[in-house]
């Protein structure tokens, strides 16, 4: 079956460590897409990528980085200059270029809690 | 600057009876509208959508009736089930984006579909 794979489901972290989330699709989407979710907030943009090594900061860049080395492979950086990294982290993937608005497809999410 | 807004966190609807989710929207660039469905510890996922060249449309169970003069969009479900028991998160996404799906989340209405 197609889909989008986050691993793990759950992460605990020190504060102060750099810990990195996977993120790993094989439905040959071109784009994909780092959010987070907040109690009471919607889900926010951290970065995004069209094609493989590129990638763009979405609205809240500060203290994550990625890299888009493999098509199939969006990994994300959580930086010990993210002030507050605990949240649960969303994957998402979709198809560029086929005009319209293909949604996006979602992964079942990373749980980080920071300590 | 909360761009999309769900003013109700929760909704509480007897079974068989219809669920009514509203949006907000306060750019006026915003061109499609989403509706995501998320159950506890998973991702999204993407229920129904309009352009803003119409203001209804229907699948199924679902509707998503759209007013552009209001900014304000709805989703009824019809009749309401148990399974309907998750959190909607209503998107949009801008007509310009200079690239990238860029979608803009709302909040979140938790529904809860009572026996």
Not at chain 1, 31 to 44: F, I
Not at chain 1, 88 to 106: E, I, K, M
Not at chain 2, 54 to 71: C, I, M, Q, Y
Request: with cysteine; net charge neutral.
């Amino acid at each position: 079956d197609g889909g989008i794979t986050q691993s793990p489901k759950y992460l605990f972290r020190k504060e102060g460590q750099n810990v990195t989330l996977s993120c790993e699709q094989n439905l040959n989407h071109d784009a994909m897409y780092w959010y987070r979710q907040d109690p009471g907030q919607g889900l926010r943009l951290i970065y995004y990528s069209q094609i493989v090594n590129d990638f763009q900061k979405g609205d809240i860049a500060e203290g994550y980085s990625v890299s888009r080395e493999k098509k199939e492979s969006f990994p994300l950086t959580v930086t010990s200059a993210q002030k507050n990294p605990t949240a649960f982290y969303l994957c998402a993937s979709t198809h560029t270029g086929t005009g319209g608005h293909p949604p996006l497809h979602f992964g079942n999410g990373t749980r980080l809690t920071v300590t | 600057d909360q761009q999309v807004k769900q003013n109700s966190p929760s909704l509480s609807v007897q079974e068989g009876r219809i669920s009514i989710l509203n949006c907000d929207y306060t750019n006026s660039m915003f061109d499609y509208f989403l509706w995501y469905k998320k159950y506890p510890a998973e991702g999204p996922t993407f229920l129904i959508s309009i352009s803003s060249i119409k203001d209804k449309n229907e699948d199924g169970r679902f509707t998503v009736f759209l007013n552009k003069s209001a900014k304000h969009l709805s989703l009824h479900i019809v009749p309401s089930q148990p399974g309907d028991s998750a959190v909607y998160f209503c998107a949009a996404h801008p007509l310009l984006t200079g690239g990238g799906n860029k979608l803009t989340f709302g909040t979140g209405t938790q529904l809860k579909v009572e026996l």
